[in-house]
């Protein structure tokens, strides 16, 4: 592996805005309220923070998971006891329920508010209401691009600065903005569909490959479920003990297995949060590591996380620190459940395969940052755990406010002392990559798949939707 490449925000060069773009800063967004000025400025009525993000832990909850893995999970469906997981249909552990669809004329608000909603965090977008092929999708990575562009903080190419400017005009006036008017500064993800009745063997290798959900499909075509790499990757840890090809794995440490990679890209706790949000469009990323000037893992930030800025109220947190962010987020959880709270998406070269899959789940994260450790010791927990440090104000105090004045430095926070200095990153893909090799199958290298998010994320936008290809068929 080639050695750790940690790259900063604060080297990132800031953005010039677009003259007609500059209208449409938080600043302005919080000043007038005649009319909407902005998407942001449309979804008043959303709460501040929807209090369904990736969870924190409490002290105990931690020592828990770190203790008592559930290496053996006890609820194993006993339908798959005795079968070969790669001859499993993938209609098995489809769920119908998990589809959520919009129209290509479906506003962007309406969007936003069914991706809120949805438990696989992904909008299949089709043509009209009585289609049931995708022709793209609707995510996290989509919606930060368009506060982006809303906020100002997106920069168009030449090519691109009509649509930037009409949509951004439209945001001023209040018009209602499409999911087909954003098609073009939408992030390009891969569609694959598998038959119900096709192998899991077969998922693995797309999903192994890097390409983050495929769709399943019934016999005339239309789509059925979907899954994702975080319900396989889930779907293997509750049945392991059905698996032992999987199962054997877990007990492996990270280090022993050489999953995961030093190429990092990560953020300083004290830039913006913006930039942050800003790299993550840029490099086609769904998280990044928050560290701090000694490369500590304090906190981590996802495109997850912009369903916290989706209303007026949260537009000083764009301007503030990371570490303000991060702080402001385990406030929330530290009042809503009443106990302290820390984040827990970290681990070592030694930490099991178990330990980081247990991390992955509970956190439904898919990224777990990796980090120096203090001891070769399989058994030193990842985190380890110091005094309680409290997340935020006694049960039953009012929320904590986004304003700057709450920020707490990186020093006082709990990540700046126990986690490590980072040095990789271990994701769903890296996982589900190793089950497939291990196994005798072949996907083909993430990297690809990595670098192709990257450039249609800086790809030129094209005012049309030429750029949307329908799915594409695999038949392995």
Not at 251 to 277: K, M, W
């Amino acid at each position: 592996m080639s050695i750790a490449s940690t790259v900063s925000t604060s080297s990132v060069p800031s953005k010039p805005l677009p003259p007609p773009l500059r209208t449409h800063s938080s600043s302005n967004t919080t000043t007038k309220s005649s009319h909407r000025q902005s998407f942001i400025e449309g979804l008043r009525n959303v709460p501040p923070s929807p209090r369904v993000r990736h969870p924190s832990f409490s002290h105990p909850g931690v020592q828990d998971l770190l203790n008592h893995p559930p290496s053996a999970n006890k609820h194993a469906d006993p339908k798959f006891a005795g079968r070969e997981w790669r001859d499993i249909a993938v209609g098995e552990i489809a769920n119908p329920d998990d589809v959520r669809w919009m129209d290509l004329d479906s506003t962007v608000e309406d969007a936003t508010m069914a991706l809120l909603k949805s438990p696989t965090n992904v909008i299949l977008v089709r043509e009209n209401s009585s289609a049931q092929t995708a022709m793209s999708t609707f995510d996290y990575s989509d919606l930060n691009a368009y506060l982006l562009l809303v906020l100002g903080l997106l920069k168009p190419e030449a090519d691109q600065m009509d649509i930037f400017n009409d949509i951004a005009l439209s945001a001023q006036q209040g018009k209602p903005i499409t999911l087909r008017d954003i098609q073009p500064i939408c992030r390009k993800e891969t569609l694959i569909n598998l038959t119900a009745d096709a192998n899991l063997s077969q998922a693995i290798e797309v999903l192994g490959s890097g390409i983050h959900q495929l769709l399943v499909t019934d016999d005339s075509g239309s789509v059925s479920g979907i899954i994702t790499q975080l319900q396989v990757v889930e779907f293997f840890w509750n049945e392991a003990v059905n698996f032992p090809s999987i199962d054997r794995l877990y007990a492996v440490i990270l280090r022993d297995l050489g999953v995961g990679s030093q190429q990092i890209i990560s953020v300083n706790s004290d830039v913006p949060l913006s930039e942050a949000l800003v790299l993550m469009n840029e490099e086609g990323l769904t998280s990044v590591a928050v560290v701090d000037n000694g490369q500590n893992v304090v906190g981590n930030i996802s495109t997850r996380d912009v369903r916290h800025l989706t209303s007026t109220s949260s537009a000083p947190l764009i301007s503030g620190s990371c570490m303000h962010f991060i702080s402001y987020i385990l406030n929330e959880k530290g009042v809503e459940k009443g106990r302290d709270a820390v984040p827990v998406f970290y681990v070592n070269p030694y930490s099991t395969l178990a330990h980081t899959v247990a991390k992955l789940v509970a956190t439904k994260s898919h990224r777990m940052w990796v980090v120096e450790s203090a001891s070769p010791s399989p058994s030193a927990p990842a985190t380890p755990l110091l005094g309680p440090v409290s997340a935020g104000p006694p049960q039953g105090a009012s929320p904590a406010s986004p304003n700057l004045s709450s920020a707490v430095p990186a020093s006082a926070m709990a990540g700046a002392r126990i986690s490590g200095r980072l040095n990789g990153v271990v994701s769903l893909t890296d996982i589900l990559n190793l089950f497939a090799k291990l196994t005798g199958l072949h996907p083909t290298d993430p990297g690809e798949q990595r670098a192709r998010r990257r450039r249609s994320s800086s790809s030129s936008v094209r005012p049309s939707l030429d750029s949307v290809r329908p799915s594409i068929e695999s038949r392995r």
